[in-house]
Every structure is written in C-alpha cells, then in structure tokens.
C-alpha cells in the first residue's frame, strides 16, 4: 500500500464517521509564538482545546504537515542515519473537541488499523497509563485486546501534558511487533534496551484533566482527544520495510537524486546516508519554502540553513559539485502535489528560492573546507579551537553543526564552547551601544492601568475611524517621577519640568474616555492635533499617540497652558491633513502588497511596516532583489487602481468567515474572534485596524522611490504617495535642471545626448591614458630585464616598480610580462602603495621546474609583515611593513641560490 493511499484512506474513514477534513495548517504556527514549526497535528487545534476558540464542527481529522529541527528537536546530526529519524513527516490525526472520547477513539483506531490497513491483531501490542483502568478495559473487553498483550506504563510514557499546568491526560499508544529480526522477545525487555522491534505509530491523548498550579487534577467539563499517527512509520509497517527511508516516499527521490549523481544507491554503502540525507532535507527544504520560510541567520531562517547547507554538504559527496538541491526539491513537489497543491503553486519560487541559496553557499564552501582543512593541519591536539569555528560560521557561511560533522569524519572535535564565546562577544560588541530603558516597569503600569479601567467599564472609546473630534473625559493622567512614571490626578503647565526641545512647554500622557486619536499599531503612525479645555484655559499639543497595551490609547500631550484635571472634560482635534496623508499611504500599503503578489508571485508575505503621512515603509518575503522593470511594473498596477477611484470599504467580520472568504491576515498579528476587514475595490482584502481612505483615488499617485534587502530572504520597499510623491517628483525635476546647467545642456531632454558625447570623450581619453602607461610600463619592463641576475639554471628579475593610476594591477601585468619574456626567469617584484607593501613573484615557464611562486613567496612574505599565495606560477602578497619591501628583494637572491 503506497503512501498516499494510506493518508487518502485515513482521511476518507474519518470523514465517514463524522469528522471534518481539515486542511493541513502552515508550518509556520499562526498561534503560537513559543514554536518554531508547526510540531504536531493539534497545533493547530490548540486554542481549540484551550476553549479560546469555537469552530463549527467537533469532529476533525487533518494529515498534518510537521518539521522538527531545532529548539529541543535539535537532532539534525541523527538524520539520515537511524531508520525514523526525519526533519520533515507528516502526522495523521484525529480529534474530538468535547464529542467522543475513549470507548469511540479507542474503536476507530483499532478499526482503521485492523481493517482498512489490515495490520494482523496478532503483531499489536499496546500501552495505557498506569492507572488508566478504563483505556485497560476499553483494550480488553470492547476490543478484544488480550490482557498479556496490554502494558501499563508511567507519566513518562504515557501521559501528555501542554505544559506546567492546563490540559492533561492520559495516553494509549499502539505498537507494531516487527519480528525477531528486529530484537529480542519480550515487549519491556526489548524496549528497555532501544531496539526498533516493537515500534510505536499510534498515539491517543485524552485530555480529561485541568492541572492548577498546585498540581490538583480538577476533571474537564468536555473531555477531549488528539490523535497523533505518524504516517512514515505506518508506510513503513505496510510496505515490510526496514526503515521508512525504504518506503515510497523516499525511493522516489533516492531513486532520482542517484540518476542526477550518476552513482548507484547502496544500502550498506558509505554513501547511503548521504542520500537518505538529501531526499529527507529535500522535503524539509521544499515545504519551508512554500510556507514561506526563507535561509537567513536567525529564528526559522537559520534552521532552514542548517538543512540546506548540510544537504548540499553530503551533495558533494555524492559528486554534486554544482548546485542540485532546486531540483531535487522538484522531485519532492512531483511526488507530492496531489495531496498539497500549494507545492505545485508554488514550485518556480521553491526553485529559484533555494538555487539562490545554492549559489550563494556554493561560492563560499569550497573555501571554508580548505580553511578548515589548513587550520585542521595546524593544530597540535585533537580540537578545533572555538575561533576556527566561529570565523566558518561567520565568513564562510559554515552553521556548527556542519563544521562539527566535518570534524568528526576527521577525527578531531571542536570546541563548542569558545565558539559560544567568539558568538557571544559578536553580539556583545554589536549591544555595546544599546542602555537598557525600563519597558518591563513601563508595561507594569499600563498594564495594571488597562485592568483598572476595565474593571470601572471605562475603557477608552475610539471614534476616530468616523470622526476627527470628539469630546471627552480625562480618566487618568500619567507624568515622569524621579525614578519612574506615576499616576497623578492633576497637572500643570507651571509646575512641570521644561522639555529641551521647547522652552514653554511640558508633555505628560492622558486617556481619555472618548478618543478620535489614533494609537501607534499595524505599522501606523500615532496621530497628531491639539487638545482645549471645556469650561478651562487647557490648551495642549498631541506630539504623539500609542497603545501600550492592546485597547489602552495613550495621548502624548505638550501642554501650552493652563492645567489639566483627572474627571475634566476636553475637546480633541486630529491634525486632519496629516490623517489624510497617513491613510492614503496606508491604504497604498494595501495595493502594494496586492501588487507585489499579483507579479512575483503569492510567495511574498508582509513581514513588516511603517506608515506615517510622509512615507510608506513596506518590508516583505522575497529571494532577489527586484529589477527595474519589476518596480515599474508595480507602479503601473498600483497606479491604475488608484486612479480607477474603486470604493474602500470596511466591515467587520467573523475572524473564520473574513478569513474563508480570502482575507490576508499577517503573521504575528493576533486577532480576536471579531475582525475589521478592509476591501479595495474587489482586488485587495485584508485584516486591518487602521485607518483608510474612502476611494482608491484619494491616493492621488504612487511612487517607489527605493529598494534595498534588510535580511537574508527580505525586501524593503519605501515609497510616496499624494503630496509626498509630487515633492519627491519636482526634486528629481529639480535636479535635472541642474544637471542641465551644468552640462550646458539647453533642455533636459537634451542631457542623455550631451551625457553620451562627454562619455565618448573620456573613452578617448582614457585610451590615450592607457597607451602613455603601457609605453612607461614597457620600459620600465626593458630595465628591470636589462638588470637580470644570473642564477643557477635560470635568471633572477628584481626590482621596485613605480605606483601609478592602474595600482596594484600594473605590478601584475609586469609580472606577467617578464615572465612570459624569460622562460627560465624567477621575477620579484615590490610596490608601495601608501602604508600598503606589495610583493609579487612569477616564475618563467623553464624555470617552473625548478622554482615554485608559492614557496618562494612563503620565505619573503614575512619580510613584509604580509600573508598571501597563489599558484605555482605566480603568486602575491600585501603586507604592511614598507621598509620590508627592499629586503625581500635583497633576499630573493640568496633564497633561490640555495
């Protein structure tokens, strides 16, 4: 049985006892920050069973896509070298959120296993909690479970938990008698002793407990189950492989990664692990991406590396000395894009995104194993000091555990924890700036503010998606204390301390009961406007706004006079032309993001933002850097939408339905069950809390004005829109005319002619540069031949060679000139180059039989207080002793008498 019929027939069996099918979700989980990856089936469902979310159905069952690597998965060095350990598996699931519980997952499992697989009876074995009576019965009586063939172990086996305290339970697993072959008789004894003859497949969680803090096991009003299969072992149990590297899902592209090698798969060969390697990174490798995980040096990214570079490693093993990981990942989305679609969608961004990779490492590997090769001949003991490590990690792109593989294989260790230390004092030296500013005290306050509040039903009212004004009543007031920011109950101008900026004001924050003011979220700006006292003299300036915590708006006032008073009531005023121009960049935030996936592709995901009313900043998941036409294509779109004047509209929404119905929500972000869902035209959907125009056309114009990359895998965007565009727009214009001036040129248009013919020009002159240097180069050549030394079996050509504009490159193709002009010549030559010492030795075609540029550079080099190589022919160095520079030619001579 193949293995995607057994994941088809898991799911179809499921589904006809009343489960929903649910779609695998990301392998980036959406909702929970604490992971990595997505781990497990129930990831998904988490909240579910916290009873922080509702979903329209009880039953579910899901073939979940899962990575493990990294964090307490770190087990990457044991892939490809056991039979079951893997980076990438999929985990088949079922679940019951308060529906069934033991008595039904119990039958459906051993129904399943024993029917639709057709496992015999006779080869499972299983397992409850040690006090689980009822699993125990449930096994023996409603299954026919004999009572010899049912085991009880302890918590460490057999009960899960989600953490310290919470949901808890019980587990019962099922175990595959594999034969002799595989271990001794006896379920326990062969356990104990690892051996893979009892084999674990089949996991039911049955969460029937809450947990407090003193450890109490209050029963849960709804018990629950989660079910976790692992889909590769039960291929493997239905295909009598021995490892589930031997199943389907993996000799497929075993069998095509040893067609593109040009070299046999050999079980017991050296070189299967290499293989088994590559096919499981590659799956890893292929779904990353496709969720939208790119290679770079930190969090997810940097686990994404590891698996590349260390697959490419045992790729050139193989022989795979040019990049081959991008198709071997084709092969992956080939054997795979039935049961996941998005691979297939996503397969030429897969390929480009991970030969980019390819390429990048492929330049550098080649010289970090020669290093690591040279420091290794170096050392006296059997450890690679930490430094060693650090620099191929840092330089060469080299992660840890590859250079700790590496070692191993030539029998040395490393020392991992003076990598730590090079690591640490990297990070340390980029800190040393950085002062620590008391945020953890700052959200004390707020936070217990926000709760205060909440409890007197007084949160602050936000009105400023409707209107710009508002009236309302100050709830508390926040000041600067000697030591930290308090609560106060009145303020005033008089008795505040003096800001540096602005002799005649003071700023303290405020909340008020009913705000128009806009809280700094979502990448948008806080607003700016003015507050005025009903019934007072307050007159104050709104220089910002944030939300410190989510819901509590925080105005940041500079107060011009009078005084302020906890229970007065104001008048607030938003800046409204800085609104209008924060929203029409905010709103073109939107069709920029609609843009980019419309014509790169929908790979690209937010991955940051600001708006203010000067600028947009937009930061997103991208391999390359964007061509020019790539930028004027997105302008074009973006353009064309806004002045299509479509409507933008916003509505709230259930999460679930704003989400089924194609809104985009961004990562990281959390939303509650209700939703604002901002729509333009029919185009661009997303989850949004900002503020937006009305039309498209209110936008006026949009203008990219950069494009940089900001990490590995991320672009950034900066671009203008309205006023902001017409002004970056005139600039430029400006600088042409300019530029006009000053090529005397009579109109702009006129520049690229004028700019060609002064380019002309200089290629004329730089020609006749390059005839008056070679002419001085020739005779200073002639000289230094006239004056050859003899030598045993050949010539010495020695000597000092003037700087001029060509720089070192003159020194050089003085070398190879007199080179290929004395066959049997040795030629040292030196140069000064400011506090620079150059040196360079070539050796004649004859003379290269005698004489070696490398060896002889070795011996003159420190002469100079300089480091460098070659070839055997002509080898260089940079030094920076310059006084060095007439000894060494002094010593060529005696050297190569020798």
Not at 141 to 150: F, N, S
Not at 194 to 202: C, Q
Not at 248 to 269: N, P, W
Request: overall charge neutral; proline content about 3%.
């Amino acid at each position: 049985m193949k293995t995607a019929e057994i994941r088809e027939r898991f799911l179809k069996y499921f589904e006809r006892n009343g489960h929903t099918i649910v779609e695998s979700s990301s392998l980036v989980p959406s909702n929970d920050p604490s992971l990595l990856f997505t781990t497990a089936g129930m990831v998904q469902f988490k909240d579910v069973f916290l009873g922080k979310d509702k979903r329209p159905y009880t039953r579910a069952t899901t073939a979940q896509k899962c990575v493990r690597a990294g964090g307490k998965h770190n087990d990457l060095e044991n892939v490809g070298f056991t039979a079951r350990h893997h980076t990438f598996f999929e985990m088949l699931g079922n679940f019951s959120f308060g529906d069934y519980f033991k008595k039904d997952a119990i039958h459906f499992a051993w129904e399943f296993i024993t029917k639709e697989l057709g496992f015999p009876k006779d080869k499972l074995y299983v397992t409850v909690f040690e006090t689980d009576d009822e699993a125990a019965d449930i096994w023996h009586k409603q299954e026919g479970v004999a009572k010899d063939r049912i085991y009880r172990l302890g918590e460490k086996d057999n009960f899960w938990s989600m953490g310290d305290t919470g949901p808890c339970g019980p587990c019962t697993e099922i175990y595959y008698d594999r034969g002799p072959k595989y271990g001794r008789d006896g379920f326990i004894e062969s356990q104990k002793a690892d051996e893979d003859r009892y084999m674990e497949f089949w996991n039911l969680v049955f969460m029937q407990y809450d947990r407090d803090a003193k450890g109490v096991m209050n029963p849960l009003p709804k018990p629950s189950v989660d079910t976790g299969a692992g889909l590769e072992r039960i291929a493997a149990i239905a295909q009598n492989a021995d490892t589930n590297y031997d199943t389907d899902a993996f000799q497929h592209i075993i069998g095509e990664t040893s067609k593109l090698a040009g070299v046999e798969y050999v079980r017991s060969s050296d070189l299967a692990p290499s293989f088994r390697v590559i096919a499981d990174h590659s799956r890893a490798t292929a779904f990353l991406v496709s969720d939208g995980v790119l290679p770079s040096n930190e969090g997810r990214g940097y686990v994404l590396r590891r698996i590349m570079r260390r697959a490419i490693r045992h790729g050139k093993k193989l022989g795979l000395d040019k990049p081959f990981l991008h198709k071997t990942c084709g092969f992956v989305v080939d054997q795979m894009k039935e049961a996941y679609p998005n691979l297939q969608t996503q397969r030429a961004f897969i390929e480009r995104a991970v030969l980019a990779e390819e390429e990048q490492f492929f330049k550098t590997l080649d010289k970090g194993l020669a290093l690591l090769d040279d420091e290794i001949g170096k050392i006296s003991t059997k450890t690679l000091p930490g430094e060693v490590a650090f620099k191929l990690y840092d330089t060469f792109g080299f992660p840890l555990d590859l250079t700790r593989v590496i070692a191993t294989e030539r029998g040395i260790a490393v020392d991992e924890k003076g990598f730590e230390t090079a690591m640490a004092k990297q990070r340390a030296d980029s800190r040393k700036s950085w002062k620590g500013s008391g945020a953890e005290a700052l959200d004390a306050v707020y936070l217990q503010l926000a709760t205060d509040l909440k409890a007197k039903k007084k949160m602050p009212e936000f009105v400023g998606y409707d209107s710009l004004t508002a009236e309302g009543e100050v709830l508390a007031i926040l000041k600067q204390g000697d030591q930290k920011i308090e609560l106060v109950n009145e303020v005033a101008a008089s008795s505040l301390a003096l800001t540096a900026d602005s002799a005649d004001s003071a700023i303290v924050e405020v909340v008020f009961s009913k705000t128009p003011f806009y809280g700094e979220s979502g990448g948008q700006v806080g607003d700016k406007g003015r507050v005025v006292g009903i019934g007072s003299d307050l007159e104050a300036e709104v220089i910002d706004v944030q939300k410190p915590v989510p819901d509590l708006i925080v105005a940041h006032l500079r107060i011009r006079k009078g005084a302020l008073k906890v229970g007065a009531k104001v008048r607030q005023d938003t800046d409204r032309e800085l609104r209008a121009l924060t929203t029409a960049n905010h709103t073109a935030t939107h069709l920029l993001h609609w843009a980019l996936r419309k014509h790169l592709g929908d790979h690209v995901k937010q991955a940051g933002s600001i708006v203010t009313p000067d600028l947009l900043r937009f930061d997103f998941s991208h391999f390359e850097a964007l061509k020019p036409s790539d930028l004027r294509t997105i302008e074009d779109l973006i353009n064309e939408k806004i002045w299509k004047n479509d409507g933008v509209t916003k509505r709230l929404m259930a999460k679930e339905a704003a989400i089924q119905a194609g809104a985009i929500a961004m990562f990281g972000e959390k939303y509650g069950d209700t939703v604002r869902v901002v729509s333009v035209g029919d185009f661009s959907t997303e989850l949004c809390g900002g503020c937006h125009v009305d039309q498209s056309g209110d936008i006026h114009l949009f203008k990219i004005v950069s494009e940089t990359s900001i990490a590995a895998g991320v672009r950034r965007l900066i671009a203008y829109t309205s006023k902001g565009a017409y002004e970056f727009l005139r600039a430029r214009n400006d600088m042409l005319a300019g530029v006009k001036d000053a090529i005397k040129a009579q109109t702009i248009e006129e520049i690229p002619v004028k700019l060609d013919r002064m380019s002309d020009g200089e290629k004329a002159l730089r020609k006749q540069l390059e005839q008056v240097l070679a002419k001085a180069a020739a005779g200073e050549a002639d000289a230094l031949f006239s004056g050859a030394q003899s030598l045993a079996g050949g010539k010495l050509i020695a000597g000092m060679v003037e700087l001029d504009s060509q720089g070192a490159k003159k020194l050089r193709d003085l070398a190879e000139s007199l080179k290929n002009r004395a066959a049997d010549g040795v030629i040292v030559l030196g140069m000064k180059d400011g506090e620079k010492a150059n040196l360079i030795v070539a050796i004649g075609k004859d003379a290269q039989k005698k004489w070696n540029a490398n060896e002889v550079l070795k011996q003159l080099a420190p002469l100079i207080e300089g480091r460098g190589g070659g070839k055997p022919d002509l080898a260089q160095a940079g030094g920076t002793k310059t006084a060095g520079l007439a000894e060494a030619l002094k010593s060529a001579a005696a050297l190569l008498a020798k």
